[in-house]
């Protein structure tokens, strides 16, 4: 089922890497090796106090291509309810994808995009080209609200274990597909993030996916992404000239 639908769908989720601007723009003060390539197995960045340096322009391997999180070698412990709306939503070819409408990714397929990290000492913010969005992790010692009004990211807050920036996110709305293969999330979803940034050019994230709704135990999935040195952002506005929803069929 993975048909015309989906992979316009992993082609908006990874617009970054077919559409970014000020291409072979040179970054600055990056290591580099002879020929002046970027020298993406140089050690990895610090800050002061040793703090690994997560911030720069990574894109995703698009080795993976479709986003399923069952793929991989993943067992997804799902409920009976939440197989019967995947197996609906993959009858219908996924034309309710939100995505397919210009909504908004959820998480994680929003974290198999293209994003920009920028890091200071009390917040990471995450630019994603994808719908030009953000998100904010505070480092700050907040704690995650008590009664949260669900979102489409949610709200996180982060901490540094060793060198790996340890993110949690709740407040998730239900209107998001976990990927584009239709897994379903609720508003009980929590994720918690991984991000190691293992040399200069690689960059890993593990996602730990705990929804008690549709899923009868929590499950982890990995990420990798590259660094997108040479490179910037573009914006990306979907509704812009968009002409395929009206198109969108089901069975």
Not at 83 to 109: F, I, S, T, V, W
Not at 110 to 127: E, F, G, H, R
Not at 215 to 236: C, F, G, I, P, R
């Amino acid at each position: 089922m993975r048909d015309v639908l989906l992979a316009g769908l992993l082609a908006a989720a990874t617009a970054a890497v077919l559409h970014a601007q000020w291409i072979r723009y040179p970054t600055p003060g990056i290591p580099r090796l002879a020929d002046g390539t970027p020298n993406l197995l140089a050690p990895t960045p610090r800050l002061a106090g040793n703090r690994t340096d997560l911030s720069g322009l990574w894109g995703p391997d698009l080795k993976r291509g479709f986003f399923d999180i069952a793929t991989g070698g993943v067992t997804v412990p799902m409920q009976p309810n939440a197989l019967a709306l995947l197996q609906e939503r993959q009858a219908n070819h996924a034309k309710d994808h939100p995505h397919a409408r210009c909504l908004p990714l959820g998480m994680p397929l929003m974290v198999s995009a293209s994003m920009k990290i920028i890091q200071t000492p009390s917040v990471v913010t995450i630019l994603y080209e994808e719908e030009s969005t953000f998100r904010q992790v505070f480092l700050d010692g907040r704690k995650l609200p008590d009664d949260p009004q669900p979102t489409w990211k949610g709200y996180s807050i982060g901490h540094w274990e060793g060198d790996a920036l340890v993110i949690e996110t709740a407040g998730l709305n239900a209107k998001a597909w976990l990927d584009q293969a239709g897994h379903p999330q609720s508003e009980a979803l929590r994720l918690t993030e991984r991000y190691t940034r293992r040399d200069f050019g690689h960059l890993t994230i593990r996602i730990t996916i705990d929804d008690p709704k549709y899923y009868s135990a929590a499950w982890t999935v990995t990420q990798e992404h590259a660094l997108m040195a040479d490179d910037e952002l573009l914006e990306n506005v979907c509704l812009e000239n968009e002409k395929d929803a009206d198109h969108l069929t089901s069975k």
